[in-house]
């Protein structure tokens, strides 16, 4: 049993510093300062209209995704959770700070934009090899790769698209960089996924149930 325990707390740990990278790149990607990422055009709309902190309208939207998901019946999982609540909070901790400074030139601003889409690239395959599921927005990237078949990369950057028009609809930020994440989000998770072999066909499909059923008689 000890071992299973420690096995499950490796995967914990893998997930929760894959979401953390995740976060970082998505605030490196708001800290360019050349118009926020699709997904964050639209929770800035969201925010606005609803009077919320971009960090509370990501958790606000992925509830929302994680039940669409549900009626999809799509597999949702501990990692699909954490990624819900973690990554909003995540950003709403770090956004503040000047850990990550604000850009106010362009050159500077494109340079952080494409560091932050690899950066979040990146935490995607970590947090997402640790087998707990996808989360709320990779969820759908996942539903739509195994759906039509098509490069990872290709639909990500269709459902960018699709949320970006959406988000500005709303009042969300939109700019330069907004463009440059719609074209490069695909490349990154693509060349990212590409050089690290990473493939989401072969994602463990674990619901949230059967997590806390196998943590349940581990601790038996």
Same mark, same amino acid.
């Given at each position: 049993?000890?071992?299973?325990?420690?096995?499950?707390?490796? @995967?914990?740990?893998?997930?929760?510093?894959?979401?953390?990278?995740?976060?970082?790149?998505?605030?490196?990607?708001?800290?360019?300062?050349?118009?926020?990422?699709?997904?964050?055009?639209?929770?800035?709309?969201?925010?606005?209209?609803?009077?919320?902190?971009?960090?509370?309208?990501?958790?606000?939207?992925?509830?929302?995704?994680?039940?669409?998901?549900?009626?999809?019946?799509?597999? /949702?999982?501990?990692?699909?959770?954490?990624?819900?609540?973690? +990554?909003?909070?995540?950003?709403?901790?770090?956004?503040?700070?000047?850990?990550?400074?604000?850009?106010?030139?362009?050159?500077?601003?494109?340079?952080?934009?494409?560091?932050?889409?690899?950066?979040?690239?990146?935490?995607? /395959?970590?947090?997402?090899?640790?087998?707990?599921?996808?989360?709320? @927005?990779?969820?759908?990237?996942?539903?739509?790769?195994?759906?039509?078949?098509?490069?990872?990369?290709?639909?990500?950057?269709?459902?960018?698209?699709?949320?970006?028009?959406?988000?500005?609809?709303?009042?969300?930020?939109?700019?330069?960089?907004?463009?440059?994440? +719609?074209?490069?989000?695909? +490349?990154?998770?693509?060349?990212?996924?590409?050089?690290? @072999?990473?493939?989401?066909?072969?994602?463990?499909?674990?619901?949230?149930?059967?997590?806390?059923?196998?943590?349940?008689?581990?601790?038996?």
């Amino acid at each position: 049993m000890i071992d299973a325990l420690y096995r499950e707390s490796l @995967r914990i740990a893998r997930l929760l510093f894959g979401l953390l990278v995740f976060s970082v790149g998505v605030v490196m990607t708001l800290k360019a300062n050349l118009g926020y990422s699709p997904w964050f055009v639209f929770h800035h709309g969201v925010g606005l209209h609803l009077g919320l902190t971009i960090g509370t309208a990501t958790v606000l939207v992925s509830f929302v995704i994680i039940l669409t998901a549900v009626l999809m019946k799509e597999y /949702v999982g501990f990692g699909t959770i954490c990624n819900m609540i973690f +990554v909003g909070a995540f950003v709403d901790i770090l956004l503040p700070r000047d850990l990550i400074p604000l850009m106010e030139s362009f050159v500077p601003g494109v340079a952080m934009m494409i560091c932050g889409l690899f950066t979040l690239a990146l935490g995607t /395959v970590i947090y997402l090899g640790a087998g707990y599921g996808a989360g709320p @927005r990779d969820t759908f990237m996942v539903i739509i790769t195994k759906l039509t078949g098509k490069p990872v990369g290709l639909c990500r950057s269709c459902i960018e698209g699709m949320v970006l028009f959406t988000g500005w609809l709303l009042g969300g930020y939109a700019g330069i960089g907004t463009v440059i994440s +719609v074209f490069g989000i695909g +490349v990154a998770v693509q060349t990212v996924f590409s050089f690290l @072999r990473f493939d989401v066909k072969t994602i463990p499909r674990e619901s949230f149930y059967e997590t806390f059923m196998r943590f349940r008689n581990m601790l038996r």
